[in-house]
T-cell receptor, first 111, second 113 residues
Framework: GQQVMQIPQYQHVQEGEDFTTYCNSS?????IQWYKQRPGGHPVFLIQ?????EVKKQKRLTFQFGEAKKNSSLHITATQTTDVGTYFC???????????FGGGTRLMVKP | DTEVTQTPKHLVMGMTNKKSLKCEQH?????MYWYKQKAKKPPELMFV???????INESVPSRFSPECPNSSLLNLHLHALQPEDSALYLC????????????FGSGTRLTVV
């Protein structure tokens, strides 16, 4: 079955430093989605990438989808304490009806 | 209304009890999902309903029984659960082909004693 790996598992940064999490799928994806889950909360949708090589930006967040549609990354510039949480990538299969989550990267930001 | 509402928020049940989790959305989404999430782990897909029909059952034990009474409602019936079934149960919905991802509810935190 489809597997989605994500690294690192944890990342401690000083406020103002940059942060990147990487995601890799065992199979070619229809699309990749990114979610943020705050401690004690539920996953909240951030963005969806569909096209090979696609890059999207949301303020300090930059999302990339690999040329082979099997890997993706999320980069946060100048982290803030409000960025704390676990960031999950999630790949959707080509049938479009099954979203498989990566293991998540837990971001901790020291003020 | 851009929410998925789950009830109850917390549930403690014994291993011989029968209980149900409820999920409701009024966004016109035609796919609804149950996920199970253990502490510090990603959500794991349990069931997918597409246009009110069960389309995916990820080898979930029969003590979990999903039901989709209509396009806005999704239930998860629980019977004879084990302590290892204690987890956060998340409902989500989406519109097939949409670029807006899944909308998750805030979950039901289930403890089996």
């Amino acid at each position: 079955g489809q597997q989605v790996m994500q690294i690192p598992q944890y990342q401690h940064v000083q406020e103002g430093e940059d942060f990147t999490t990487y995601c890799n799928s065992s199979t070619t994806l229809s699309n990749i989605q990114w979610y943020k889950q705050r401690p004690g909360g539920h996953p909240v949708f951030l963005i969806q990438l569909v096209k090979s090589g696609e890059v999207k930006k949301q303020k300090r967040l930059t999302f990339q989808f690999g040329e082979a549609k099997k890997n993706s990354s999320l980069h946060i510039t100048a982290t803030q304490t409000t960025d704390v949480g676990t960031y999950f990538c999630a790949g959707e299969d080509n049938a479009g009806n099954m979203l498989t989550f990566g293991g998540g990267t837990r971001l901790m930001v020291k003020p | 209304d851009t929410e998925v509402t789950q009830t109850p928020k917390h549930l403690v049940m014994g291993m011989t009890n029968k209980k149900s989790l409820k999920c409701e959305q009024h966004m016109g989404h035609r796919a609804m999902y149950w996920y199970k999430q253990k502490a510090k782990k990603p959500p794991e897909l349990m069931f997918v309903y597409s246009y009110e029909k069960l389309s995916i059952n990820e080898s979930v034990p029969s003590r979990f029984s999903p039901e989709c009474p209509n396009s806005s409602l999704l239930n998860l019936h629980l019977h004879a659960l084990q302590p290892e079934d204690s987890a956060l149960y998340l409902c989500a919905s989406s519109y097939p082909g949409s670029s807006y991802g899944y909308t998750f509810g805030s979950g039901t935190r289930l403890t089996v004693v």
